[in-house]
């Protein structure tokens, strides 16, 4: 069976800040996502654990991983700098419980319900004309501008609808009732891809978008699609803090 654990470090916001701006990975205004995706690639390497959620300074970082925790922290220990090692708190100390790796369970029983929280960006991909590899748009302005007749609905209902999508995809689950608990449009930073074959060049920008939290109930249909899908994350934008899915006993029965 894959390994599959839960890991767990709690950044100092401080030190992390100021360590990701030094690095150039902050967008004004924006969330941490971009530097957070950053700082786990340079101390994991290959071994990168995803996807991750940082809710904030008090919770810490949870991510999910195929690897164990003494391959993790052989990693860390082997690539990651002191400073950046002692910004995310990786060691154990008067503000850090240090790194914690658990396992987490991964096959579950169709039909069993499961409580669940997830961070999400609403984002559908469509293909523009000008552009070889397309694009994107919010979920919700993609519901206004080709659904003339739903113009009425609520972003929340939209993005309820694109959530049920998301987890009904090859057949993994089923939504059973879910609830908006927070809302922004937030700005984070990408890479652009090179001008052209002999410009190496990525620049920085910055994109505005929504970011959606969302917490409920859910019914698996499938065993195996299901672990996939707590494996690869929700939606997209999976390696910059969003689609991580969090389970929890279910409150409820269908």
Not at 66 to 80: G, N, P, V
Request: glycine share 8%.
């Amino acid at each position: 069976m894959t390994t599959f654990n839960l890991m767990h470090c709690q950044p100092d916001p401080r030190k992390f800040v100021l360590w990701a701006s030094r690095q150039g990975g902050l967008p004004a205004g924006g969330d941490l996502g971009y530097a957070l995706h950053a700082a786990l690639h340079r101390v994991f390497g290959a071994r990168v654990p995803k996807p991750f959620y940082y809710r904030d300074g008090r919770a810490g970082l949870l991510a999910y991983t195929q690897s164990s925790a003494e391959e993790l922290r052989e990693a860390a220990s082997l690539c990651a700098a002191p400073n950046l090692a002692d910004a995310l708190g990786l060691n154990a100390g008067p503000r850090s419980p240090g790194l914690g790796v658990r396992a987490f369970p991964l096959r579950w029983d169709a039909g069993r319900v499961l409580g669940f929280e997830v961070r999400v960006r609403p984002m559908r991909r469509f293909k523009a004309n000008d552009r070889k590899h397309g694009s994107e748009r919010d979920a919700y302005r993609e519901a206004d501008a080709r659904r003339e007749h739903e113009k009425d609905l609520a972003r929340e209902e939209v993005y309820t609808r694109w959530l049920a999508e998301q987890f009904e995809a090859n057949g993994a689950s089923r939504l059973v009732e879910a609830r908006m608990t927070r809302f922004q449009l937030t700005p984070v930073m990408r890479l652009t891809q090179p001008a052209s074959a002999d410009d190496a060049r990525r620049q920085p920008r910055t994109i505005i978008g929504p970011d959606a939290t969302f917490n409920g109930h859910l019914c698996v249909e499938d065993t195996e699609a299901f672990a996939r899908l707590l494996m690869r994350g929700v939606g997209r934008h999976r390696a910059f803090g969003f689609g991580m899915l969090l389970l929890r006993p279910a409150s409820v029965t269908v």
